[in-house]
């Protein structure tokens, strides 16, 4: 069983909580995977990341994630040669937050951010691939912009933007891509995608696809998706 959770944000009451109530619907050994964002706004984010070190969870990086990865190279404290780690994608700006985590967090924890890629191929059973934000429709999974990725919620024209008011849901064009076959090759098969980033639209299910992100540090929901079967379990969130 897989058990994929949406967007933490360093809510650590609300993860334990969902992982319990995931152990309570699911009998046997369950892996987990992070759509990203584990950290930042919320209180525990060192907390959330060692939660998932512990698990050994698999993890996406989310634009946030990436915030304070980039942080810590502009910061002098990351020599790697981890291009995405250390080169800061356009159109991400980095807050005092994302700087203080940088500087807190231990160095297992940034190696666990700076270790999480942008996008994973779920097992060919489960014909899925989770990434952060969304994908966009016109572009092979290898040919997909890092930033897009992290960052898109619409689709205006052949372009991910992050911005709701231009164009359209990227996920519902990403349908018409999916029935028409039109998506890149080494997207078949694994055509259903799983992501989080766009708390604003809360829930999002689809055709051939899965928004995790249900607002938890805004006081909405953690949610995970169980599969096989895509099973949705939430745990209510405080508001930080």
């Known amino acids: 069983k897989l058990a994929i959770i949406g967007d933490v944000h360093g809510c650590i009451k609300e993860l334990n909580a969902l992982i319990a109530e995931i152990g309570k619907e699911v009998a046997g050994k369950v892996h987990y995977i992070f759509v ?125 933007v992050e911005n709701t008011k231009d164009g359209a849901p990227w996920f519902e064009e990403w349908d018409q891509a999916v029935a028409s076959g039109s998506m890149g090759a080494d997207f078949k098969g694994f055509e259903k995608i799983y992501y989080g980033h766009a708390a604003g639209r809360g829930l999002q299910v689809h055709g051939n696809s899965v928004g995790l992100d249900s607002a938890c540090v805004t006081g909405g929901k953690l949610t995970a998706a169980i599969l096989p079967g895509d099973k949705l379990v939430s745990v209510p969130c405080k508001a930080y």
């Open 36 to 160: 990203g964002d584990l950290v930042a706004k919320g209180p525990q984010s060192a907390e959330v990341v060692a939660k998932a070190i512990e698990l050994r969870a698999s993890c996406i990086r989310g634009n946030h994630d990436q915030r304070v990865i980039s942080s810590q190279y502009l910061l002098g404290q990351d020599e790697s040669a981890d291009t995405l780690g250390t080169a800061m994608p356009d159109g991400l700006d980095i807050k005092e937050q994302h700087q203080e985590l940088a500087k807190s967090l231990s160095s297992d924890a940034l190696d666990y951010l700076r270790k999480c890629p942008l996008a994973i191929k779920l097992p060919a059973e489960f014909k899925g691939t989770v990434v952060h934000a969304g994908v966009n429709p016109t572009r092979s999974l290898k040919d997909q912009a890092s930033v897009d990725l992290m960052t898109m919620r619409n689709m205006d024209g052949s372009k991910a």
